[in-house]
């Protein structure tokens, strides 16, 4: 089990530090050429009506420089809707308005039909044009075109992706050291280990590193989330980090990344743990509620609910158990003072 267990450790430090890297490079090259094609795509995803389904191919235009100017990166796809084109514009623009778009202008009988912006990205909606006829095939499909036009809009862009994604990522990378380090500090000044958790609590934690892979490449679906709501995710996903690295520095040379109890252990109680019993689970768990919330990842979404939060109750409950087997009494009575994972709640 233990060179299984080393194993996994190595593969978690080679997995974080590539994944850092990749949203490191993703973010320079935002700042350096503006938003992907991927970019563009989940824009326009999240902005197209329900009800709407697409004819034909995608029509991708990466953006760079030529001789006879710049080529501006695009993403277009044609629509359809039951009720036709009017129908589709007037859901385009209920949707562009819900996902804080500015509808810059809007025609009632034109094959242009409608036209809006949001930061660097402009939207075009048409039927009946030559691109829209290449594309779909169809003379009543409505092609909605997005392209990267730096300038200047009424409607402010949400934060980019790829700065969530580093901010995600970068944070939890930050505990992690913060983590490694004082445990390796804290291993020189205690004493012997008397128990230790060997149970699936302990080894699944080694998978530490996939919800962050799903973050950086984007894998599943996501749903836009509105700008207050992304800002709200970073919040919570950088002050509970926050938290996490002042609860272990609190724990001092107590604090180590497996569940152990050893020789001279004691029970703390400033700081975070005045508040509640396992601050450190209660920090992770608001940063990855928040990387939920900044991403809107539904992949990230069903493995925080489904896989993390309960991993970290498992955990917590059986830590609880070998410091009431060591500790005793103490414990105990510490125990009925101060709330086990969340503030003010039950004991």
């Known amino acids: 089990m233990k060179p299984l267990l080393s194993a996994l450790a190595v593969l978690e430090v080679v997995a974080f530090v590539l994944t850092l890297g990749y949203v490191v490079v993703a973010l320079g090259s935002y700042v350096a050429f503006g938003p992907t094609i991927g970019d563009l795509r989940a824009a326009r995803d999240a902005a197209i009506p329900a009800e709407a389904r697409r004819a034909g191919e995608e029509l991708l235009v990466e953006g760079r420089k030529s001789r006879v100017g710049d080529i501006r990166t695009s993403a277009a796809a044609a629509y359809v809707l039951p009720g036709g084109p009017g129908a589709f514009t007037e859901a385009l623009t209920r949707s562009f308005a819900g996902h804080g778009w500015a509808v810059t202008w809007r025609a009632a009988i034109s094959s242009n039909l409608l036209g809006a912006c949001r930061g660097p990205l402009v939207a075009n909606a048409s039927v009946g044009t030559a691109n829209a006829l290449a594309v779909s095939g169809r003379t009543d499909a409505v092609l909605l075109e997005l392209q990267v036009l730096p300038g200047v809009c009424p409607a402010s862009a ?3 992706r790829e700065l969530v994604s580093l901010l995600v990522v970068a944070s939890f990378v930050g505990f992690l050291a913060t983590a490694t380090y004082a445990r390796v500090a804290g291993l020189r000044g205690r004493g012997e280990t008397l128990r230790r958790s060997g149970g699936i609590e302990s080894a699944l934690t080694a998978f530490a590193w996939v919800p962050y892979v799903l973050v950086a490449l984007r894998l599943g679906p996501e749903l836009e989330p ?5 800002v709200v995710g970073m919040v919570l996903a950088l002050g509970g980090v926050g938290f996490a690295i002042w609860s272990v520095l609190a724990l001092g040379r107590h604090y180590d990344l497996e569940l152990e109890v050893h020789e001279g252990h004691e029970i703390v109680r400033a700081g975070p743990y005045g508040l509640v019993r396992h601050p450190v689970y209660l920090g992770i768990a608001l940063h990855s509620l928040g990387a939920v ?3 809107g990842n539904v992949l990230l979404a069903i493995g925080t609910l489904g896989v993390t939060l309960p991993l970290f109750y498992l955990r917590a409950v059986t830590e609880e158990g070998m410091l009431r087997a060591e500790l005793g ?13 969340v503030p003010f709640g039950p004991r």
Do not use: H, I, N
């Open 158 to 160: 949400p934060p980019p």
């Open 226 to 230: 509105p700008g207050w709501l992304a």
């Open 293 to 295: 919330l900044a991403t």
């Open 329 to 341: 009494d103490a414990y105990g009575a510490y125990a009925r003072s101060v709330p086990m994972l």
